[in-house]
């Protein structure tokens, strides 16, 4: 776990419509955004997206990765860019100070090259005893 003041964590992370699609299978959501390539292309995106919870799953992974033992308490989550197949992607996890209480507050990104937010928001954990 990172330990010290104003951690960042990262991970480069690119998408497949193959992902797309197992997503949709797993989760039930059939969306033509999502899985439908030709629908998707008459759509002001253009081509298929993902779905905004498998970039939140992305952003758990790499929560799981750095704490472990700790459980997600709160999350609060905003889409307000695209994500297309393929396209490249990096997960970023942010603390911006000490565990407090054995509380930590993350910021959470999953950004594009260029910078623009395909996922932006915030995480509460609740570290195990063994880590706070």
């Given at each position: 776990?990172?330990?010290?003041?104003?951690?960042?964590?990262?991970?480069?992370?690119?998408?497949?419509?193959?992902?797309?699609?197992?997503?949709?299978?797993?989760?039930?959501?059939?969306n033509?955004?999502?899985?439908?390539?030709?629908?998707?292309?008459?759509?002001?995106?253009?081509?298929?997206?993902?779905?905004?919870?498998?970039?939140?799953s992305?952003?758990?992974?790499?929560?799981?990765?750095?704490?472990?033992?700790?459980?997600?308490?709160?999350?609060?989550?905003?889409?307000?860019?695209?994500?297309?197949?393929?396209?490249?992607l990096?997960?970023?996890?942010?603390?911006?100070?000490?565990?407090v209480?054995?509380?930590?507050?993350?910021?959470?990104?999953?950004?594009?090259?260029?910078?623009?937010?395909?996922?932006?928001?915030?995480?509460?954990?609740?570290?195990?005893?063994?880590?706070?």
């Amino acid at each position: 776990m990172p330990n010290n003041k104003g951690a960042r964590m990262e991970r480069d992370l690119v998408l497949s419509q193959a992902d797309f699609d197992r997503f949709a299978r797993i989760s039930g959501d059939h969306n033509p955004i999502h899985v439908d390539p030709d629908y998707a292309a008459s759509t002001r995106f253009g081509a298929t997206v993902s779905h905004g919870m498998l970039l939140f799953s992305t952003v758990c992974g790499l929560i799981n990765e750095f704490f472990p033992d700790a459980r997600l308490d709160v999350q609060d989550l905003k889409f307000p860019a695209p994500a297309y197949a393929d396209e490249p992607l990096m997960v970023v996890l942010e603390t911006k100070s000490q565990p407090v209480d054995g509380i930590v507050h993350l910021t959470t990104e999953v950004l594009k090259k260029d910078g623009n937010r395909c996922l932006q928001g915030t995480c509460r954990l609740k570290l195990s005893q063994e880590v706070a």
